[in-house]
């Protein structure tokens, strides 16, 4: 199995880019596509725990669209062979001073593209240097 072949992570950091421009836009119909559309996908957020497509689809409709803007770090995109992939990274917004959000993704290829098949977010004091 190759690891973090060039193209692929040039795929994934592609739809990984693409999610990102829809959550701080609220594009509620692109983040949908993005989820795995399948009842076994899972995201779990800052305060929330969600099973299958269609949960995170009422969060995501549900969701406030004010205070989304935030800067990604550290952000790694690791690929195992060529349809499945890791994306990991932290992220600062102004609405949590203090604070630093963590993201982890866990990507998919699929006839239809890459998806997400599992997110989690969760948010920490920020750590002292």
Request: zero cysteines.
């Amino acid at each position: 199995m190759q690891i973090d072949s060039p193209d692929v992570v040039a795929e994934v950091r592609a739809a990984f880019e693409r999610y990102e421009r829809a959550l701080v836009t609220n594009d509620v119909a692109t983040l949908d596509e993005i989820f795995r559309n399948d009842p076994r996908t899972i995201r779990y957020g800052q305060s929330e725990n969600l099973y299958g497509h269609k949960e995170i689809a009422a969060f995501r409709a549900a969701r406030p669209s004010a205070g989304l803007a935030r800067t990604l770090s550290r952000t790694v995109i690791t690929t195992f062979g060529r349809d499945f992939a890791m994306a990991s990274t932290l992220f600062h917004r102004p609405t949590a001073p203090g604070k630093v959000g963590r993201q982890t993704q866990t990507w998919v290829r699929f006839a239809e593209g890459w998806r997400i098949v599992v997110g989690h977010v969760s948010l920490i004091e920020e750590p002292a240097d």
